[in-house]
C-alpha cells in the first residue's frame, strides 16, 4: 500500500503562482510513476503532469494546456517520495481539484485525497 498526502493549494489570481507537492510513503519501493490530474467541475479528471522513474531516469510529461508554466519534479528519499507540481502563470481555467497519483509496477494507482486551486480576481 502506498499513501499520498498532498498539500498546496489555495486560491490565487490570474497570472499567480502555487506549488502543490504530494508526499508518498509505504511501499514506496513499488512505484513507478506519480503525477497529478485535476478535474472542474462539469469536467472529466485531466492528466495534468506525470514522473516516471528515479534518478537519472526520470522523464516528465505535461498536458498541451500546462506546457511551459507548470514544472513537476520528484525527489526521492530513504523512506519517502515527494512529487511536486510548480505552477506559473495560473489561468482561470486551471481552477480545478488537484489529484496525486501513484503507479505501482504492477498498474495499481493510488490517489491522494485532492487539494483545491482557485483561480480568480
Known amino acids: 500500500q502506498v499513501q499520498l498526502v498532498e498539500s498546496g493549494g489555495g486560491s490565487v489570481q490570474p497570472g499567480g503562482s502555487l506549488r502543490l507537492s504530494c508526499a508518498a510513503s509505504g511501499s514506496i519501493f513499488s512505484i513507478n510513476a506519480m503525477g497529478w490530474y485535476r478535474q472542474a467541475p462539469g469536467k472529466e479528471r485531466e492528466l495534468v503532469a506525470t514522473?516516471?522513474?528515479?534518478?537519472?531516469?526520470?522523464?516528465?510529461?505535461?498536458a498541451d494546456s500546462v506546457k511551459g508554466r507548470f514544472t513537476i519534479a520528484r525527489v526521492n528519499a530513504l523512506n519517502t517520495v515527494t512529487v511536486n507540481l510548480q505552477m506559473n502563470s495560473l489561468k482561470p481555467e486551471d481552477m480545478a481539484v488537484y489529484y496525486c497519483y501513484a503507479a505501482s509496477i504492477s498498474a495499481v494507482r493510488y490517489w491522494g485525497q485532492g487539494t483545491q486551486v482557485t483561480v480568480s480576481s
Open positions: 514522473i516516471s522513474g528515479g534518478g537519472i531516469s526520470v522523464i516528465p510529461t505535461y
